[in-house]
């Protein structure tokens, strides 16, 4: 049974840090695109970062470059988000995906299997 299981969200400060982390079973991640997304209240579901199959090719969208970081630990299968200097507007739920495809994607559409979602919420 395929299934991601996400932790690491939680209450910050503005200009903290969280570390988000996404732990696949039932595949292994090697061979697989993955990506982030994130829904705040009312809107819908959005690219934030992601990954193609290698590492090689990674994307980011352009309100996160600088201060998030995609990357993946094979060996444990695991897919990690680190969030430097969050901003009130970071404050959504965020969700871990992959793709069959193996290069990075930035659409929903285009992802196969999703995490629950984790709420990162940046607040004084």
């Known amino acids: 049974q395929v299934q991601f299981v996400e932790s690491g969200g939680g209450l910050v400060q503005p200009g903290g840090s969280l570390t988000l982390s996404c732990a696949a079973s039932?595949?292994?991640?090697?061979?697989?695109?993955i990506g982030w997304f994130r829904q705040a209240p009312g809107n819908g579901r959005h690219f934030v970062a992601a990954?193609?199959?290698?590492?090689?090719?990674?994307d980011y969208e352009d309100s996160v470059k600088g201060r998030f970081t995609i990357w993946r630990d094979n060996a444990d299968n695991i897919l990690f988000l680190d969030m430097n200097n969050l901003k009130p507007e970071d404050t959504a739920v965020y969700y871990c995906?992959?793709?069959?495809?193996?290069?990075?994607?930035?659409?929903?559409?285009?992802?196969?299997?999703w995490g629950r979602g984790t709420q990162v919420t940046v607040s004084s």
């Open positions: 995906a992959a793709t069959t495809g193996l290069e990075a994607r930035t659409s929903p559409a285009d992802y196969d299997y």
């Open positions: 039932g595949f292994t991640l090697d061979s697989y695109a």
């Open positions: 990954s193609d199959w290698s590492g090689l090719t990674i």
